[in-house]
């Protein structure tokens, strides 16, 4: 049986790019840059690169980047952008519980709920995160990430904001409702797929908190971990994580 977020991402790939959320590119890659000090040399593995918007422009700025994603449509989709440029930045099917890669990148980013957090249970969502780190080179290499801040839900009403932001895209949710023992939103979400058939999914999603996140990678080897708050296309280190950031940016270095 098919998970939720399967089916969202089925025949989905050119109205996922005109989606709010997807905007914030161009400034998002500044920050990776700025990160990883504009080193050229680095290899980058982008996990749940979707439609590829962040691998496709980071391969422009002339990095060697490799694509992973679990959906074909949104493969398919960042194939299509890549070959229209002349670019030749693979895109691959893998599924980011069970990943081949060992010691293979110095730098791994997982941006916009790209896997990490979406996953049933809160093994699967380690297993990501470990598989991430196992992926990663030695001493110095740096996992970036974002995912649900769980200080925003203890004081905001999560269907407010999300009905908010479906007010500019074509996505709407309802019915959500917020388990403070588990830390998962569950809602029903509704989009329209690139055929302009109309999907309603019933979804969940995990939202952590700092400590957790902190955590697991301190679990996982990670010696240095720094979080953030996470503004859209404006990702920042001066940005400190409030309740009232719906994300949370996260820099974890081995």
């Known amino acids: 049986m098919k998970q939720w977020y399967e089916s969202l991402f089925e025949n989905y ?21 700025k990160e990883i000090h504009s080193n050229k040399k680095l290899r980058i593995l982008d996990i749940g690169c979707g439609t590829g918007r962040h691998s496709i422009e980071l391969a422009k700025r002339g990095y060697d980047i490799f694509g992973i994603d679990l959906s074909d449509s949104q493969l398919a989709k960042a194939r299509e952008k890549a070959n229209a440029l002349g670019m030749e930045t693979p895109f691959l ?19 916009c709920e790209g896997a990490f957090p979406l ?3 809160d093994v699967m969502n380690y297993r ?8 990663l080179k030695g001493p110095g290499s740096k996992l970036i990430f974002t995912t649900l801040n769980g200080l925003f839900p203890l004081f905001h009403s999560v269907k407010e904001f999300l009905t908010q932001a479906a007010k500019e895209g074509t996505t709407t949710y309802d019915q959500n409702t917020f388990d403070v023992m588990t830390f998962r939103d569950h809602n029903v979400t509704t989009i ?18 700092p400590s957790e996140i902190t955590w697991m990678l301190k679990c996982l080897g990670f010696g240095k971990i ?3 708050g996470a503004k859209l296309g404006a990702f920042s280190r001066g940005d400190k994580l ?13």
């Open 226 to 228: 720094d979080i953030f």
């Open 119 to 121: 996953m049933e249970t």
């Open 242 to 254: 409030t309740a009232e950031d719906y994300e949370m940016l996260v820099v974890a270095e081995k």
């Open 13 to 33: 790939g050119n109205r996922y790019d005109l989606e709010p959320y997807t905007q914030g590119t161009t400034g998002e890659c500044d920050f990776i840059e």
């Open 93 to 111: 099917k893998h599924d980011a519980r069970h990943l081949p890669f060992i010691s293979e990148f110095d730098v791994a980013i997982m941006l």
């Open 128 to 135: 990501i995160l470990e598989n991430a780190k196992t992926a």
């Open 192 to 209: 329209i797929d690139d055929s302009g058939d109309k999907k309603e999914l019933t979804c969940n999603e995990r939202y952590y908190v």
